[in-house]
């Protein structure tokens, strides 16, 4: 199955047209040249398919943040949903006052025990609602991840074929002279601005399952 690509101008051009592009630039005007420090291929046509490849990575990477903008702000409200009926669940007993009739002190902690109840209930949905919305979060970085990769690799693909013409060559030209496209550096800024977020989500998300293993095991042993 082929793997998704970002849309970029020339991905469909034929490799023969590509190889003559590189043999016309590097043999007929001369303006393809192998960079003497980095050992690269160089040239106009690299170079635009190059910053094409990062304005593009920087979109996709908008469109990511677009993509998981609402569910952030859900799993923000549920976070803090989480931690209040955290605090009210760890609170296993009830206050009664003494001078209370024996009813009154059984009608209270059977009204205890059936909000306990409901807030167990309340707490299990929110945090099937945080696993899943875990999963979209890292899914979708995961596709866009998978979409710069592929795309990258796409246009590096062109760029044999193009080094092949430029150095009239029939065989392959060496990796070490076809220029990198580094992908993760569009995501840099993706992690730095929800680092604090994703520390967060992944500190309660422990703290959760503690907590569940905690209540597996029994209230009055933790």
């Given at each position: 199955?082929r793997e998704k690509t970002l849309k970029?101008?020339?991905?469909?051009?034929?490799?023969?047209?590509?190889?003559?592009?590189?043999?016309?630039?590097?043999?007929?005007?001369?303006?393809?040249?192998?960079?003497?420090?980095?050992?690269?291929?160089?040239?106009?046509?690299?170079?635009?398919?190059?910053?094409?490849?990062?304005?593009?990575?920087?979109?996709?990477?908008?469109?990511?943040?677009?993509?998981?903008?609402?569910?952030?702000?859900?799993?923000?409200?549920?976070?803090?949903?989480?931690s209040e009926l955290r605090k009210k669940?760890?609170?296993?007993?009830?206050?009664?006052?003494?001078?209370?009739?024996?009813?009154?002190?059984?009608?209270?902690?059977?009204?205890?025990?059936?909000?306990?109840?409901?807030?167990?209930?309340?707490?299990?949905?929110?945090?099937?609602?945080?696993?899943?919305?875990?999963?979209?979060?890292?899914?979708?970085?995961?596709?866009?991840?998978?979409?710069?990769?592929?795309?990258?690799?796409?246009?590096?693909?062109?760029?044999?074929?193009?080094?092949?013409?430029?150095?009239?060559?029939?065989?392959?030209?060496?990796?070490?002279?076809?220029?990198?496209?580094?992908?993760?550096?569009?995501?840099?800024?993706?992690?730095?601005?929800?680092?604090?977020?994703?520390?967060?989500?992944?500190?309660?998300?422990?703290?959760?399952?503690?907590?569940?293993?905690?209540?597996?095991?029994?209230?009055?042993?933790?």
């Amino acid at each position: 199955m082929r793997e998704k690509t970002l849309k970029i101008k020339g991905m469909c051009v034929p490799g023969l047209f590509i190889w003559l592009h590189g043999f016309f630039q590097g043999r007929i005007t001369k303006t393809a040249t192998v960079d003497e420090e980095t050992g690269w291929i160089s040239s106009s046509y690299i170079t635009s398919k190059r910053k094409l490849f990062n304005e593009l990575s920087a979109k996709r990477v908008k469109k990511l943040e677009q993509e998981l903008k609402a569910v952030r702000v859900e799993s923000f409200n549920l976070l803090l949903k989480e931690s209040e009926l955290r605090k009210k669940l760890k609170k296993n007993f009830v206050e009664i006052d003494s001078e209370c009739s024996d009813i009154d002190k059984k009608r209270t902690i059977r009204s205890f025990q059936e909000q306990r109840v409901e807030d167990k209930k309340a707490y299990q949905e929110v945090i099937k609602r945080l696993g899943e919305i875990h999963s979209k979060i890292k899914s979708s970085e995961l596709n866009a991840r998978e979409e710069l990769k592929a795309t990258a690799s796409a246009i590096q693909s062109m760029f044999s074929i193009y080094g092949q013409g430029m150095l009239y060559r029939l065989g392959p030209v060496q990796d070490k002279m076809i220029p990198p496209l580094d992908y993760d550096r569009s995501f840099e800024l993706y992690i730095d601005t929800h680092k604090a977020e994703t520390e967060q989500f992944c500190y309660l998300l422990k703290g959760v399952y503690d907590y569940e293993k905690c209540e597996d095991k029994s209230e009055n042993d933790c």
